[in-house]
């Protein structure tokens, strides 16, 4: 697929700043372009279709193929730096585009890393970083001996690569039980990645930004709490984190970003285990849902700081503005009037809370679908979860009239 030619957008004066290309559509370049405004710094978007998330936003955006190399190419064509709103780029193609001289930030050589699981669990056990045990696995034979190597079943299945919120991943009790997720990953073309199910107390994120010229911030770590494999809660700081565990969280996302040559924002999601350890879960190379919380709760957010990262400016201040900041994902509920109109929730939440900032990403609602995330903050920590918390369930629709 070859995309129309894109043009720069109306009206835009020029005053010097660079443009950033930003692939992908969804909500995450819908923050970024919020970011990119306040800079002045001129966004050019590839979005997957004229009505997704950031394109509702970014004048200057091209629908196209992220996977075509000639549709790519035409989106970078004149832009400064090429960013990202997903990884699912073809990491051949990220080479490509380097080669011809267009900066990608992250690079091809570190995205890998959050691309394919395997490949990221290999190089952070050469560097030290503590994760769970693993093996790529070929057959339910492979699974067995895993299994066995980690003290028995069950066990944790992974697609090496495309997955993500809970997708291509698997618990699986016996080997038996593994035929489904092999043949996934046979019709997919990809590999399984096998890892010891952890015994974790709760997991948590730690967020650095780093530029080129190797400053890093890093942001408080914070504890995120699942349902169903998507991120549904985020508290900042983390609650009673063992002073010692935290910066441990903090140098193990310092050092996967240097060593790896991130550049842009870093999530290292994290298992905080019973037994006092920390081990990385995953990682992403862009903003991160863990990071939604800075947005509001920190003196710069994770999105101006990815933009200031790409474009090797001066970081800004990770620091936390209040003691806690609380982020609750706004999901599509399956029932209400409010579950379906999302605009008819402000006149409730806005005037039961006014200190509330409410982020919806211009999506249409489906069960289960992030439509929007809510923060909250301020001193008591029960007190803002509770705000967070009520304002995320009168969108979903999960609370009538009689709410107060």
Same mark, same amino acid.
């Given at each position: 697929?070859?995309?129309?030619?894109?043009?720069?957008?109306?009206?835009?004066?020029?005053?010097?700043?660079?443009? #950033?290309? /930003?692939?992908?559509?969804?909500?995450?370049?819908?923050?970024?372009?919020?970011?990119?405004?306040?800079?002045? /710094?001129?966004?050019? &978007?590839?979005?997957?279709?004229?009505? $997704?998330?950031?394109?509702?936003?970014?004048?200057?955006?091209?629908?196209?193929?992220?996977?075509?190399?000639?549709?790519?190419?035409?989106?970078?064509?004149?832009?400064?730096?090429?960013?990202?709103?997903?990884?699912? #780029?073809?990491?051949?193609?990220?080479?490509?585009?380097?080669?011809?001289?267009?900066?990608?930030?992250?690079?091809?050589?570190?995205?890998?890393?959050?691309?394919?699981?395997? %490949? =990221?669990?290999?190089?952070?056990?050469?560097?030290?970083?503590?994760?769970?045990?693993?093996? $790529?696995?070929?057959?339910?034979?492979?699974?067995?001996?895993?299994?066995?190597?980690?003290?028995?079943?069950?066990? /944790?299945?992974?697609?090496?690569?495309?997955?993500?919120?809970?997708?291509?991943?698997?618990? $699986?009790?016996?080997?038996?039980?593994?035929?489904?997720?092999?043949?996934?990953?046979?019709?997919?073309?990809?590999?399984?990645?096998?890892?010891?199910?952890?015994?974790?107390?709760?997991?948590?994120? @730690? +967020?650095?930004?780093?530029?080129?010229?190797?400053? #890093?911030?890093?942001?408080?770590? #914070?504890?995120?709490?699942?349902?169903?494999?998507?991120?549904?809660?985020? %508290?900042?700081?983390?609650?009673?984190?063992?002073?010692?565990?935290?910066?441990?969280?903090?140098?193990?996302?310092?050092?996967?970003?240097?060593? &790896?040559?991130?550049?842009?924002?870093?999530?290292?999601?994290?298992?905080?285990?019973?037994?006092?350890?920390?081990?990385?879960?995953?990682?992403?190379?862009?903003?991160?849902?863990?990071?939604?919380?800075? =947005?509001?709760?920190?003196?710069?957010?994770?999105?101006?700081?990815? &933009?200031?990262?790409?474009?090797?400016?001066? +970081?800004?201040?990770?620091?936390?503005? @209040?003691?806690?900041?609380? =982020?609750?994902?706004?999901?599509?509920?399956?029932?209400?009037?409010?579950?379906?109109?999302?605009?008819?929730?402000?006149?409730?939440? +806005?005037?039961?809370?006014?200190?509330?900032?409410?982020?919806?990403?211009?999506?249409?609602?489906?069960?289960?679908?992030?439509?929007?995330?809510?923060?909250?903050?301020?001193?008591?920590?029960?007190?803002?979860?509770?705000?967070?918390?009520?304002? @995320?369930?009168?969108?979903?629709?999960?609370?009538?009239?009689?709410?107060?």
């Amino acid at each position: 697929m070859t995309a129309a030619a894109p043009s720069p957008s109306a009206g835009t004066p020029d005053n010097g700043a660079p443009s #950033v290309a /930003v692939i992908g559509g969804g909500q995450l370049a819908r923050m970024m372009a919020q970011a990119a405004v306040a800079l002045g /710094v001129p966004l050019r &978007l590839l979005a997957e279709g004229p009505g $997704v998330s950031a394109a509702q936003v970014v004048a200057d955006t091209t629908v196209g193929d992220y996977t075509d190399l000639e549709t790519l190419r035409t989106v970078a064509e004149g832009c400064s730096v090429v960013t990202f709103d997903h990884e699912h #780029v073809p990491t051949a193609h990220l080479h490509a585009l380097s080669e011809e001289g267009h900066a990608c930030r992250p690079g091809p050589g570190a995205l890998v890393h959050a691309q394919d699981k395997a %490949v =990221m669990r290999a190089r952070l056990t050469e560097l030290g970083v503590p994760c769970p045990r693993h093996a $790529v696995v070929h057959d339910a034979e492979d699974v067995a001996r895993f299994a066995e190597s980690v003290g028995g079943f069950p066990v /944790v299945l992974k697609t090496t690569r495309g997955g993500y919120d809970g997708k291509g991943v698997w618990v $699986v009790g016996s080997a038996a039980e593994s035929g489904d997720p092999l043949a996934v990953a046979a019709a997919k073309g990809v590999q399984i990645l096998a890892e010891e199910k952890v015994d974790f107390r709760r997991e948590l994120s @730690a +967020l650095v930004a780093r530029s080129p010229s190797g400053q #890093v911030a890093a942001y408080p770590v #914070v504890e995120s709490v699942q349902q169903h494999g998507i991120c549904w809660e985020v %508290v900042a700081p983390a609650p009673d984190l063992d002073p010692e565990l935290s910066v441990q969280a903090q140098q193990i996302a310092m050092t996967v970003a240097g060593e &790896l040559d991130v550049t842009g924002i870093l999530a290292v999601e994290l298992f905080e285990t019973r037994d006092g350890r920390v081990l990385v879960n995953e990682l992403a190379m862009r903003p991160h849902n863990t990071g939604h919380w800075s =947005m509001d709760g920190a003196v710069t957010g994770q999105f101006e700081n990815h &933009l200031r990262a790409v474009l090797d400016l001066p +970081l800004g201040s990770p620091q936390a503005r @209040a003691p806690w900041t609380v =982020m609750v994902n706004i999901l599509g509920g399956d029932h209400g009037e409010l579950s379906r109109d999302l605009y008819a929730g402000y006149r409730h939440v +806005l005037a039961r809370d006014p200190q509330l900032k409410v982020h919806l990403y211009g999506k249409d609602v489906k069960p289960g679908r992030k439509v929007g995330h809510v923060t909250a903050y301020g001193d008591d920590l029960d007190e803002v979860r509770e705000r967070a918390l009520h304002a @995320a369930a009168w969108f979903r629709g999960d609370l009538g009239d009689e709410s107060e």
